[in-house]
Nanobody, 127 residues
């Protein structure tokens, strides 16, 4: 059983930055593709960024390209999401997720490809 715990969310002013962390326990983190999703109130859960098991390959949603950076530290079983130039449109609950069956060193882009989810962390951007 894989458990994912997010941290780092909070209230930030527009234009500010936050770094989210997601630490995994159980299983072999270094073999998992990982992703960050977000869900704003009343909206669907969308993929923000994804990273392959090695960390060499990444994917970003159009709305966050150039502002967000996903990275991972396999020695610490942790994936990060560095978020810069935040705006009100980034307000959402952010979830990390693990694709434990990834057999290529590619980021997983479809929500259905993820097997385990964290509980989410709230990010609120004030104007």
């Amino acid at each position: 059983q894989v458990q994912l715990v997010e941290s780092g969310g909070g209230l930030v002013q527009a234009g500010g930055s936050l770094r989210l962390s997601c630490t995994a326990s159980g299983g072999t983190f270094s073999t998992y593709a990982m992703g960050w999703f977000r869900q704003a109130r009343g909206k669907e859960r969308d993929l923000v960024a994804a990273i392959s098991w090695s960390g060499r390959n990444t994917y970003y949603g159009d709305s966050v390209k150039g502002r967000f950076t996903i990275s991972r530290d396999n020695d610490k079983n942790t994936v990060y999401l560095e978020m810069n130039m935040l705006s009100g449109e980034d307000t959402a609950v952010y979830y990390c997720a693990a694709d434990i069956w990834s057999n290529t060193d590619r980021p997983t882009r479809v929500i259905g490809g993820y097997d385990y989810w964290g509980q989410g962390t709230q990010v609120t951007v004030s104007s």
